[in-house]
């Protein structure tokens, strides 16, 4: 699963067993950079297989996003934490921090 970089991802991964953590689950999406109408750039996350491969105003290649989901007792539900070039990168991080296996699915899971 993780062995190529630069492709179309969404996964997440539970945060079970890990009772002091305030994270409930961790969330990978792939996102590139699009061109805007003053010559700038935006961060948009891609979440249809036809947008990460045709799509005309993407700037360089794509990246994966990590953002981690707050369990209900916090007032924020979401806070970044990281981008990285290499899908393998992202999943093994994910991995490390929780000891368990990230799913891929086949849409974005939602905060």
């Excluded at 590139?32 to 993407?58: A, C, P, Q, W």
């Excluded at 990590?66 to 806070?79: A, M, R, S, T, Y």
């Amino acid at each position: 699963m993780a062995s190529q970089p630069n492709r179309f991802f969404h996964g997440f991964c539970a945060n079970v067993g890990n009772l002091r953590s305030h994270f409930s689950k961790f969330i990978i999406e792939t996102a590139h950079d699009i061109t805007d109408y003053e010559g700038g750039t935006i961060l948009e996350t891609v979440s249809k297989m036809e947008d990460y491969y045709f799509n005309d105003e993407r700037i360089g290649e794509p990246y994966y996003l990590i953002h981690g989901c707050l369990k209900p007792d916090f007032k924020q539900n979401v806070k970044f934490i990281a981008a990285f070039e290499s899908l393998k990168q992202a999943i093994d991080l994910v991995e490390h921090l929780t000891g368990n296996e990230v799913i891929e699915t086949e849409v974005p899971v939602y905060k």
